[in-house]
């Protein structure tokens, strides 16, 4: 990654052969796509769990984190298919669009954040997402509580997690 640029340089994926997925600092523009990103990819993964702000409070609100917080878009083509969001030391948002799960995308955006946190990171994922334990768990953190869910807007039980390097 070319910290200058905030731009990862990655030219190509070596499990297709094809051109990798680019990662940047998000821009204003990109706000709408990377709310269909998080809109699609939270249905998709958290089928059971009620949304607590419906899809405008939720593009509304990626236009703030945009400019407010940390931001990383994962591109292929023009197409945004990832992101990720940091504030301080939290891992607050990490979503891929559901058909790129499983292709090593995630792998890349957590790497970003530790490089991008390298003093460690916190973050906090629902106890019906299994998978996210799993993928988390891989990348050494660490679960340090769980909660019955009375602190999040969801009212959704979580589990915080904590990266040290």
């Known amino acids: ?6 731009t990862d ?36 993964a958290l089928p059971t ?3 607590a702000h419906g899809d405008e409070a939720v593009r509304a609100w990626f236009a703030h984190l945009v400019t407010g917080c940390e931001t ?10 990832g992101l990720l969001v940091l504030d301080g030391d939290e891992l607050e948002q990490l979503y891929l669009a559901p058909d790129r ?11 970003l954040a530790k490089e991008r946190r390298p003093a460690g990171l916190v973050l906090w994922t629902f106890q019906v997402n299994t998978p996210a334990h799993r993928f988390y768990e891989r990348h050494g953190f660490t679960e340090t509580e769980r909660t ?3 602190r999040n807007e969801e009212r959704e039980p979580d589990v915080r997690y904590v990266w040290t390097p």
């Not at 990654?1 to 905030?6: A, E, G, L, Q």
């Not at 990383?72 to 298919?81: K, Q, T």
């Not at 090593?104 to 790497?111: A, E, M, N, P, S």
Request: aromatic share 6%; hydrophobic share 40%.
């Open 9 to 44: 340089t990655d030219t190509s994926d070596a499990r297709t052969g094809g051109p990798a997925v680019l990662l940047r600092r998000a821009l204003p523009a990109d706000a709408p796509a990377l709310a269909e990103v998080w809109l699609r990819s939270f249905a998709a």
């Open 49 to 51: 769990v009620r949304r």
């Open 148 to 150: 019955d869910g009375t």
């Open 101 to 111: 799960r499983g292709q090593g995308l995630g792998d890349r955006l957590v790497t």
């Open 72 to 81: 990383w878009g994962a591109f292929d083509g023009e197409r945004a298919v």
């Open 1 to 6: 990654m070319d910290t200058d640029t905030d």
